[in-house]
Structure formats: structure tokens, C-alpha cells
């Protein structure tokens, strides 16, 4: 016989009391999911920092920064920090990315220097002469604060790219020549990292022999040497897509083949991981990413270069 809804059984009653438990269970984990999700999805127009943040930014940066990106935030010899330029390059990213580029990288004749409060302060000021509205708390500096706001939405309606001429470069060399050019010793450099801290020499020191950043690491800065390695491989996808390109042995570049164009997108994302993790100036984060750009290249050359003989190479399997 089944129990009437209105009574509760008398033989078990801890299956009613882990019932209970197990309903305010699933209200809590949906209320704290509801929470995280609405953090994570938090927009800079919600009013993420005060007037009187702003005002100390503000402050610092006319005493640190001005020189390099203008009194206005327009750009002179660093890139503009307010406008269509800044808010195109900016606004699909998190206030975290923003943070961090200031916090590891700038000042760029002292960087590092700045403290956390400091950078909120400037990212404050940032916001605030990109219009983002203030609001009644302060920008926090901890990450996991940073990373839930999104600047996504600030674009200027009227800042679309004006489409200019199309110029068209045949390839002058062959694949080869743009892999010994451009991604190996840009690869190098990076796998560097592992074993040499670019942050524990200055400019101008003499780098340790045999390295690959021993050729350009007395000319720029250290870190400067790694992030333009990973930039290379980041913005090696056209090289490797260009139609008409030729192997070594003649054979043409399988660019429009499926798989091809698959390890290419994945070599140019971890280009950008790659650069992402050089600019936080943590030799750890870089050294991890190697691994990943290894892994990158290898999907391709076993495909297209470790073949029975060089006669193969770029042969579709």
C-alpha cells in the first residue's frame, strides 16, 4: 500500500532528512552557479571603481606615464591608452589582461615597480577616460576580482576599420627557409626560458654564450627578446598560408588542405599563449607554454615532414 502524501513514514525517517539535505543541496549549488556566472559575465559599464580612484590614477600617471603615451592618453611613443585604438585592441578583453600588461611590464624603463593598489588606480583612470561610468567600490587588485570584469561593449560605433588597398607578395622562399628563419630560432628562443631567467640579467649585460638570445640580447631588453619571438610565431599564420609557396623539394604547400590549415590556426594560438605568458614576466608560465609550441610543431612534422625521405615532404598522407 502506498503512503498517503500527507503522512510521513515512521521505519525510515532518515531518507526524508537526506531528501532535505539533498534539495537545499542543489538550491545552493544552482544560487552559487547563478553567482558565478553573473560575476564572470560582470561588464566595466556596471561601475567597477570610484571618482576618487580615478583621481589618485590620474595622479600617477601624469607622473609616469605621460611621456610614453601623452597627456591625454592619446599616444606618443607608447600606443594611445583612450580611444577607438585602445578600445579595439582592449575591449574583447578582461580587466585582468589590462592590469597585468601595467602591473609586469610598466614603467617600461622600471618596470615591475608599480605596486597592485597603484595599477588599479591606473586602470581606474583608464576606464574612466575610455567613459566607462564609476561607481560606489573601488577597483580591486586581486585576480580573480580583475578577471570576472569584461571591457567588452566599449567600442566607438564610428571606429570601423576603413578597408584599404589589397597588396599581394608572392612568396620569395620556401617553406623551409620561413621555418630556419622565422619559427626556429624564434621557437629557441623561448625554450630558452627553461633554463635562463631573462629577468635576471640587465640591458646591455652580455648574455651567456651559445643562446639564442645571445645575438639580439644586448640590444634590447631581455623579456623584449622573448615577447618579439613569440609575436613572430603568433603572426607566422599568412607566411604559412601564402598561396603558391613551395617546399624545399618543389612540391607546393598543402595550404588548402583541411589538416594543414588546422596546425597552422593551432601553431598561431600558441604563438599568443606564448606572448601572453612572456608578458607576465614569470619564466615558469613561458617554460609551460613550450611545451605546447613543441607539441604544436611536432602534429605538423609528423604529417608533412618526418616522412621516408625529403622527396615525400608535403606530400598529403
Not at 59 to 66: D, F, G, P, V, W
Not at 119 to 129: G, I, N
Request: charged share 15%.
Amino acid at each position: 500500500m502506498k503512503t498517503p502524501n500527507s503522512q510521513l513514514p515512521t521505519s525510515k525517517p532518515w531518507t526524508w532528512v537526506a531528501a532535505l539535505c539533498f534539495a537545499v543541496f542543489v538550491v545552493a549549488l544552482a544560487v552559487s552557479f547563478s553567482r558565478t556566472y553573473a560575476q564572470q559575465a560582470r561588464s566595466a559599464r556596471a561601475g567597477v571603481y570610484t571618482v576618487a580612484q580615478a583621481a589618485r590614477g590620474e595622479a600617477l600617471y601624469t607622473n609616469q606615464c605621460t611621456l610614453c603615451h601623452g597627456d591625454a592618453l592619446e599616444g606618443a611613443i607608447g600606443p594611445p591608452l583612450a580611444g577607438p585604438l585602445f578600445l579595439d585592441i582592449w575591449g574583447a578583453m578582461a580587466a585582468s589582461d589590462l592590469f597585468d600588461k601595467i602591473h609586469n611590464t610598466m614603467p617600461a624603463d622600471a618596470a615591475g615597480t608599480l605596486s597592485r593598489p597603484q595599477v588599479a588606480d591606473l586602470v581606474a583612470y583608464v576606464l574612466q577616460a575610455n567613459a566607462f561610468p564609476a561607481g560606489t567600490v573601488e577597483l580591486d587588485s586581486a585576480d580573480a576580482a580583475l578577471e570576472q570584469i569584461s571591457l567588452a561593449g566599449a567600442r566607438n560605433a564610428g571606429a570601423a576599420a576603413v578597408a584599404g588597398p589589397t597588396l599581394a607578395f608572392p612568396a620569395a622562399g620556401t617553406l623551409n627557409q620561413v621555418m630556419r628563419g622565422t619559427l626556429f630560432p624564434s621557437s629557441n628562443v623561448l625554450f630558452d626560458v627553461q633554463t635562463q631567467d631573462p629577468g635576471a640579467r640587465k640591458a646591455g649585460a652580455k648574455p651567456e654564450a651559445g643562446t639564442t638570445t645571445a645575438r639580439y640580447g644586448d640590444v634590447y631588453e631581455p623579456w623584449q627578446v622573448v615577447d618579439a619571438a613569440a609575436i613572430a610565431i603568433a603572426e607566422s599564420g599568412p607566411m604559412l598560408m601564402t598561396p603558391g609557396r613551395r617546399c624545399e623539394n618543389g612540391k607546393p604547400v598543402p595550404v588548402d588542405r583541411a589538416d594543414w590549415q588546422q596546425y597552422v590556426q593551432g601553431l598561431v594560438e600558441v604563438g599568443r599563449a606564448a606572448y601572453k605568458a612572456s608578458q607576465s614576466r614569470n619564466i615558469e608560465a613561458v617554460a609551460s607554454v613550450t611545451n605546447d609550441v613543441s607539441d604544436a610543431c611536432a602534429n605538423c612534422h609528423r604529417v608533412y615532414r618526418d616522412v621516408a625521405s625529403n622527396a615525400m615532404r608535403c606530400t598529403p598522407p
